[in-house]
């Protein structure tokens, strides 16, 4: 912490009563794309993430500086002026969530400086937008002392991004990054946000990140049109059954009601989401019996799905995912939204030493990019520090 509070002294000019927090970013095992759909998801938040140097100030002035970005420098705003506004880039994040609480009738009485540090990689799956949002509401939540529960914070954090930002999110990547656990990944129930922590490793394996630093320009976009596919698969799918949400339907269901689908899209958004709680449900039990082969399979058929039936990785992700299956990893998939960004793969102890390096080789030489790879740890939900 002692550069970031150097720093906030050399940008702020005083190091008088900060207040220190530290907001995970996540990674996704396996339920991609169904927290929209009221599935059962399995992330778990990670050592990387957001860092935040907070003061309170005497006007209603917020004064914000990131530390990624410093070359758009200073940014200030008042309480009165929060609405989104392009050109404050990262900062809209942080407007969206104080306009947020301003909105809900919360009395901020002040204004404050605020620098941010992000060890994140930006818009590659693990969630750094998540990450900013829950580090704002949970350090306005402790600076304000407004009591509000975590969960409370997750849903206020996702609103945000749905409504503010524009980006339709499930409430996966809020959930977990406010309620983590050290050394655990949480079992989320999205429709009744039910959480069950369970240890998360596989004896003799390593979880490996790989980031395809390929760019996601248009995932919003794309997002939001699954998110809408699915919405319409919901309205024929409950012509026929009395259901919630697309997985509360079994795959044997949907596939009686196969035919009653006109567009062949829409069929294939559906039964990704249908067996891909499947998929997660089986998880669960792979993890609780220590079968890393059995939960590797479900990452493999998990990955295809996402490839065939939702059409979210492309040939950036795929490759990344072949490369580390032939260099050894016993199953491996995308995670987080897709279209660019992030995979994972379950990796034997005994191969992880040169698994970077020839996964990276075998990237590089098929698509021109080179690879980043990181070993998380799981780690707790935003915290002070
Ligand atoms: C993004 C969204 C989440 C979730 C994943 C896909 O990370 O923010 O809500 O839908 O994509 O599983």
């Not at 009738?105 to 620098?115: A, K, P, S, T």
């Not at 350090?139 to 409370?152: D, M, T, W």
């Not at 196969?258 to 567009?263: R, V």
């Amino acid at each position: 912490m002692y550069p970031l509070i150097e720093k906030f002294q050399e940008i702020f000019g005083y190091q008088k009563s900060l207040f220190s927090y530290f907001s995970p970013g996540r990674v996704n095992l396996i339920g991609e794309h169904i927290d929209y759909n009221g599935g059962l998801v399995f992330p778990a938040a990670i050592h990387l993430g957001t860092y935040g140097v907070f003061s309170l100030r005497e006007d209603t002035l917020f004064r914000f500086f990131s530390m990624n970005f410093s070359n758009e420098g200073l940014i200030t705003v008042s309480l009165e002026d929060l609405d989104y506004r392009k050109e404050h880039g990262w900062a809209n994040y942080v407007k969206g969530i104080i306009l947020e609480f301003k909105n809900r009738g919360f009395q901020l009485n002040c204004g404050f400086d605020l620098l941010i540090y992000g060890t994140l990689p930006t818009a590659s799956g693990l969630s750094s937008s998540a990450s900013i949002e829950l580090l704002i509401s949970y350090a306005i939540n402790e600076l304000f002392q407004l009591k509000l529960s975590r969960q409370y914070l997750a849903l206020l954090s996702q609103h945000v991004e749905n409504h503010y930002m524009g980006m339709h999110c499930g409430i996966m990547d809020q959930l977990v990054i406010a309620e983590g656990k050290k050394n655990r990944a949480l079992l989320m129930n999205t429709a009744t946000l039910e959480i069950n922590d369970v240890p998360a490793r596989f004896s003799g394996y390593e979880w490996v990140i790989m980031n395809t630093n390929y760019p996601r320009k248009t995932t919003d976009s794309k997002y939001n049109e699954r998110r809408h596919e699915c919405h319409l698969g919901l309205k024929i799918v409950q012509k026929h059954y009395p259901v919630h949400y697309l997985c509360d339907l079994t795959s044997t269901q949907l596939e009686q009601i196969k035919h009653t689908f006109l567009n062949e899209t829409i069929y294939r958004r559906v039964r990704h989401a249908v067996t891909e709680q499947e998929r997660t449900l089986a998880s669960k039990n792979a993890m609780e019996k220590q079968d890393a082969c059995a939960f590797a399979k479900l990452l493999d058929l998990s990955h295809e799905s996402l490839k065939t039936d939702y059409e979210v990785t492309g040939f950036h992700l795929d490759t990344l995912v072949e490369a580390a299956k032939s260099i050894g990893a016993i199953g491996a998939r995308v995670t987080g939204a897709g279209f660019g960004g992030c995979a994972i793969a379950l990796v034997p102890e005994e191969k992880v030493k040169d698994f970077s390096y020839l996964v990276g080789q075998i990237y590089q030489e098929k698509t021109g990019l080179k690879a980043d790879f990181y070993f998380v740890t799981f780690e707790n939900g935003v915290h002070a520090i």
